[in-house]
């Protein structure tokens, strides 16, 4: 599909099967291939600690545990998954991802997990989310040693972090990642979880961006998702103008560099598409077990971490496939839009109601904007390439 963009030099016509702009509409339907490569997964999460020590008020996964009984999982079962994945012939794993719960209470494991893997199979890169509050010698030397990456949960300020999380929380995470940066320590970011309860203590998004940005690390803030009134954040949806704003920002933002600063979800999901020629053909490409493979802790595979334990996953292909949604199915940007699959079947999405509905998208007009952007920028070479080419550094493993 072509879609046309007018400045006030030219027309321009945006191929969305190749995401390439062109003044002329002559510009042929060719469409991106997806590389079928059988022996490389993307992704493998394996949910190795169905434990915690800390009960968050709002944890989607009920404390850890998702629904079941607290438990860590065992070296037979790791064998299994290690055993099904080598057999399946997989020689490479994108992204190997030790998932919990609180992944370190089982830091045997995952120690285990990532010798026996890579004795069979090359794993580029391992990545954990942590809650940043066990800090022992194992878990100190697996982080020299390895090098995962680290996404650590801090909700912002103490008094917020520690209403949320536990009292005393606060301290330790801060003590666990004022380790990291005293071991120079790169490869980790901030993931912050923002609810009502900031509000309430008047602490803004924009409260929770300075603080992150004056403890001088690269964090990403979202938005609780919850069905309790408590905790759902009020009125945060960013208007349209400030949405626009932020997209002009963001763009300026990796033009400059700035890697520490979140950019908009439209502008990354724009470039990626664009700089990366990938095609979302559904809503989360993630379930396919082409692409990605979940293990729970008792080694059931399941197509997404969000549906381990007791959630519900039997409308996972009705809710994926964007030709179901009328609205979808005839959008120009369709093949740049990743939605979350997993919030709509729960019931937290804006877009795709719970019972199926499509509900409301303003993400067709802040495309059409960012692309508006992204053109006027064409005509100075310099900032278009810095643009292209720093935009690596702000892709987001959360
Ligand atoms: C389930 S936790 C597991 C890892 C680890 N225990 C931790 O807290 O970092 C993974 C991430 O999901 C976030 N999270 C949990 N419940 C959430 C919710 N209802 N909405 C948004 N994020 C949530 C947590 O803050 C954490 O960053
Ligand atoms: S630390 Fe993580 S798994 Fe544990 S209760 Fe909090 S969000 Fe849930
Ligand atoms: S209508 Fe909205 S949700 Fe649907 S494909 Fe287009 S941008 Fe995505």
Avoid at 189 to 218: C, G
Wanted: charged share 25%.
């Amino acid at each position: 599909m072509l879609k046309t963009f007018y400045t006030d030099s030219n027309t321009y016509y945006f191929n969305s099967e190749n995401f390439t702009i062109s003044t002329s509409n002559n510009n042929s339907e060719t469409r991106v291939e997806k590389e079928l490569d059988k022996s490389t997964l993307k992704k493998v999460v394996i949910n190795i600690s169905n434990s915690c020590n800390l009960s968050c008020a709002y944890c989607y996964a009920d404390g850890g545990n998702y629904g079941m009984t607290n438990q860590l999982m065992d070296h037979p079962t790791a064998d299994k998954i290690i055993e099904q994945l080598v057999s399946g012939d997989v020689k490479r794993i994108n992204r190997l991802i030790l998932f919990g719960g609180e992944p370190f209470l089982n830091i045997d494991l995952f120690v285990y997990i990532i010798e026996q893997l890579s004795q069979n199979i090359e794993v580029s890169k391992i990545e954990t989310v942590t809650n940043g509050t066990v800090l022992n010698k194992k878990v100190k030397s697996m982080i020299e040693k390895y090098q995962p990456f680290l996404i650590v949960s801090l909700d912002g300020p103490q008094e917020i972090h520690d209403q949320l999380r536990g009292k005393g929380s606060h301290r330790r995470t801060v003590k666990f990642i004022d380790y990291l940066k005293s071991i120079n320590y790169e490869t980790f970011e901030v993931a912050s979880t923002y609810t009502r309860k900031h509000q309430k203590l008047n602490l803004s998004k924009e409260d929770i961006y300075k603080y992150f940005t004056d403890m001088s690390i690269r964090f990403n803030i979202n938005n609780v998702f919850s069905k309790n009134k408590i905790l759902v954040v009020k009125e945060m949806e960013m208007s349209k103008e400030k949405r626009k704003e932020f997209i002009v920002q963001s763009i300026n933002d990796i033009i400059e560099a700035n890697v520490k600063n979140y950019i908009s979800p439209i502008v990354y999901d724009v470039l990626l598409s664009m700089i990366y020629k990938s095609k979302t053909e559904s809503f989360c490409d993630d379930i396919d077990p082409e692409n990605t493979v979940t293990f729970d802790v008792d080694g059931t595979p399941k197509s997404c971490f969000r549906f381990w334990g007791t959630h519900n996953s039997d409308k996972v292909s009705l809710f994926n496939n964007k030709d179901n949604f009328e609205k979808c199915k005839n959008c120009w940007c369709k093949g740049m839009c990743m939605e979350c699959v997993a919030n709509m079947i729960d019931g937290y999405s804006p877009i795709i109601s719970e019972d199926g509905q499509f509900l409301k998208c303003q993400k067709q007009d802040l495309m059409e904007y960012c692309v508006y952007q992204i053109i006027a920028l064409s005509s100075d070479k310099v900032k278009l390439s810095k643009l292209v080419n720093n935009f690596e550094r702000f892709i987001r493993y959360a």
